[in-house]
């Protein structure tokens, strides 16, 4: 019995995880981007009130706008180490999500192989069986020769 059929259908769910593998891949790398957007949009505007900041103390400040200026940069400061927590975790998501691809990728190849494999050696099988047919058609050839 040939194994075609089985190795195919685990082909074909191998390739089918493999396809799925590959864009949990594009979408961690998109949460990816996006995370390092909002990454640099939070320093971005922390840098702007600092350098406000400095030119307002430059300028002239009260210590109560100088106080509550320095608490919004240091609750962007705590945002800034949310997103970059966030960020990680994202990062580490996408090294996961490329370690499944590979890993299914693998197994779509090991599937390839052993399809290719059971062709081949379904190829022998029919070899074979014609050579033993043709033989044994020679055989009977030869015997009736021999006999007429």
């Not at 640099?40 to 307002?56: F, G, M, P, T, V």
Request: hydrophobic fraction near 40%; aromatic fraction near 4%.
């Amino acid at each position: 019995m040939s194994q075609a059929v089985p190795f195919q259908i685990l082909h074909d769910l191998a390739q089918k995880a493999m396809d799925e593998a590959f864009k949990a891949i594009g979408q961690a790398m998109a949460r990816q981007r996006s995370a390092e957007e909002q990454l640099i949009k939070l320093q971005e505007y922390r840098h702007d009130y600092l350098r406000n900041l400095q030119q307002a103390m430059h300028d002239g400040i009260t210590s109560s706008q100088c106080q509550n200026t320095q608490r919004f940069i240091s609750t962007l400061d705590d945002a800034i180490a949310k997103q970059s927590g966030v960020l990680g975790q994202i990062q580490k998501q996408v090294a996961q999500a490329r370690e499944r691809w590979m890993t299914e990728r693998r197994k779509v190849a090991s599937m390839q192989a052993l399809i290719e494999r059971d062709a081949k050696r379904q190829i022998l099988v029919q070899a074979k069986l014609e050579q033993k047919a043709n033989d044994e058609y020679a055989a009977r050839s030869h015997r009736r020769l021999q006999l007429a």
